[in-house]
């Protein structure tokens, strides 16, 4: 059973950045590739980035495109989300997720997730 762990939330202000981490463990993490998705009250889970299980293919969401970098390290069986430039409209619930072989944009192809970690920035 593959679990995945989120830390590196936070209350950051505008302007400023955080680094979220996704560790894996039950799996096998090269195999998966992996994404980070976002849900703000009251609003449907939105797609942020995703990444090939070596790393060499990431896509971004369009509203976070040239702020936020994803990157994984498969031998900490690891991904994170480096966030600059943060906008209030950033605030949101940051979900990591993973899927065996190709990556994908929309969350019903992702097969495990994370509980969550609480992303909040103020203006």
């Known amino acids: 059973q593959v679990q995945l762990v989120e830390s590196g939330g936070g209350l950051v202000q505008a302007g400023g950045s955080l680094r979220l981490s996704c560790t894996t463990s039950g799996g096998t993490f090269s195999s998966l590739a992996m994404g980070w998705f976002r849900q703000a009250p009251g609003k449907e889970r939105e797609f942020v980035a995703t990444?090939?299980?070596?790393?060499?293919?990431?896509y971004y969401g369009e509203s976070v495109k040239g702020r936020f970098t994803i990157s994984r390290d498969n031998f900490k069986n690891t991904v994170f989300l480096q966030m600059n430039s943060l906008k209030p409209e950033d605030t949101a619930v940051y979900y990591c997720?993973?899927?065996?072989?190709?990556?994908?944009?929309?969350?019903?192809?992702?097969?495990?997730w994370g509980q969550g970690t609480q992303v909040t920035v103020s203006s």
């Open positions: 990444i090939s299980t070596y790393g060499s293919i990431t």
């Open positions: 997720a993973g899927r065996a072989a190709a990556i994908k944009k929309r969350s019903e192809e992702y097969t495990h």
